[in-house]
């Protein structure tokens, strides 16, 4: 071992800070020697690998972002290799080391990740986070013959296609670097045209057809808010006796006895906006790629998938259906974004609701998601 590198291990732990390891780390980087980075990174994983110590999970995130975010193929590579290391290697990871790679490399610089040392799910998940930044992965090089090949058809990943869907757009991903990293937040009030309630208007009354199975399936994008910070979610379906306009949408949420606009409609103000499909698909990808107030998210790949399993399920599709199938229904339905001044939202920054009226307008699906620091 590097003596360099045996001091710096040894020392770790006694360091009131570790900005003075980053600058050596980032030094030799510059000298152009990854593989110092990538040696660091695994011995201090062989010592510290447990994660308690606070000074070795701050030295390895920058090493690997450093690695990972400077784009080169000898800097991928060495990226790659401290991940594969087996005093680090976990799902979190491999899906955390993907969406650096993507954001950070050239895709004919990453070959390597499907060559050489790199879990299938760090594979599976780079292919999705290149898709997400529009790369034709069917036809790039050293890429291509993985990302084709069927034997990862059974993945959880493997239903997604590999090109962007229209509903998709131009996703807003998050901008990586060495000391970290920025996404926007799509949360909050709603923008658009605001529904104003009318008076005496006409709402078909409602019986409440949520399941478990339903419930669970609308929420998977925002599960991560309740699971891993302190959020709420309530996702609920209703059959409607009757077809609902769509302009008395918001009439039929004030009846709908939903526990996230209680008071709503009196004191507190309920604004409704007509949603385009992609606006609610952003919503959903932004709350399960990036996160609530405590909770990373699922990043790029995995955040995909939430994002389209909720999005069916909100527009009443099968659990098994295909993307192209989801995406037709999801286009016939009709989308509003929804908030409260209640006191189920938290009104920090993650505030989410959003409702779906089924193409034959019977039927209305609701998911309402809340988050705090």
């Known amino acids: 071992m590097d003596d360099r590198i045996q001091r710096i291990v040894t020392a770790l732990p006694d360091l009131p800070k570790v900005t003075d390891v980053w600058a050596v780390a980032d030094a030799r980087m510059a000298q152009g020697d990854p593989a110092f980075c990538a040696d660091l990174g695994i011995a201090l994983a062989d010592a510290y690998g447990s994660g308690q110590v606070w000074q070795y999970r701050s030295v390895f995130d920058h090493l690997l972002r450093l690695l990972a975010t400077t784009p080169g193929p000898a800097n991928a590579a060495q990226a790659l290799r401290l991940v594969s290391a087996k005093a680090v290697t976990s799902r979190k990871l491999d899906r955390f080391t993907a969406s650096l790679l993507a954001s950070g490399q050239e895709a004919g610089a990453l070959a390597a990740a499907f060559t050489g040392p790199a879990s299938e799910e760090l594979r599976a998940c780079l292919v999705h986070e290149l898709v997400l930044r529009g790369v034709a992965v069917a036809e790039t090089p050293g890429v291509a013959g993985w990302a084709t090949s069927p034997h990862w058809r059974y993945h959880p990943l493997g239903r997604l296609p590999l090109t962007l869907s229209d509903v998709e757009g131009v996703p807003d991903l998050p901008r990586y670097g060495p000391r970290g990293s920025s996404h926007s937040m799509p949360f909050g009030p709603s923008e658009g045209r605001a529904l104003v309630k009318a008076a005496g208007a006409h709402v078909p009354s409602a019986e409440e057809a949520t399941t478990e199975a339903s419930a669970t399936a609308m929420a998977r994008a925002v599960a991560n808010w309740a699971e891993e910070s302190n959020g709420r979610i309530e996702a609920r379906v209703f059959d409607l006796t009757a077809p609902l306009d769509p302009a008395f949408l918001p009439n039929a949420l004030l009846t709908l006895g939903l526990e996230c606009l209680r008071g709503a409609g009196g004191k507190a103000a309920l604004s409704v906006s007509v949603l385009p499909p992609d606006q609610a698909w952003a919503v959903l990808f932004a709350a399960a790629s990036t996160g609530g107030a405590y909770s990373s998210g699922s990043f790029g790949a995995y955040g995909r998938l939430a994002a389209w399993q909720s999005l069916?399920?909100?527009?009443?599709?099968?659990?098994?259906?295909?993307?192209?199938?989801?995406?037709?229904?999801?286009?016939?339905?009709?989308?509003?974004?929804?908030?409260?001044?209640?006191?189920?939202?938290?009104?920090?920054?993650w505030d989410i609701g959003l409702a779906a009226l089924a193409p034959d307008r019977r039927r209305l699906a609701v998911l309402a998601a809340t988050d705090t620091d």
């Open 312 to 349: 069916a399920a909100l527009a009443g599709c099968p659990e098994d259906a295909a993307v192209g199938e989801v995406e037709a229904r999801v286009r016939d339905c009709v989308w509003h974004g929804f908030d409260a001044g209640t006191k189920w939202f938290e009104q920090v920054a």
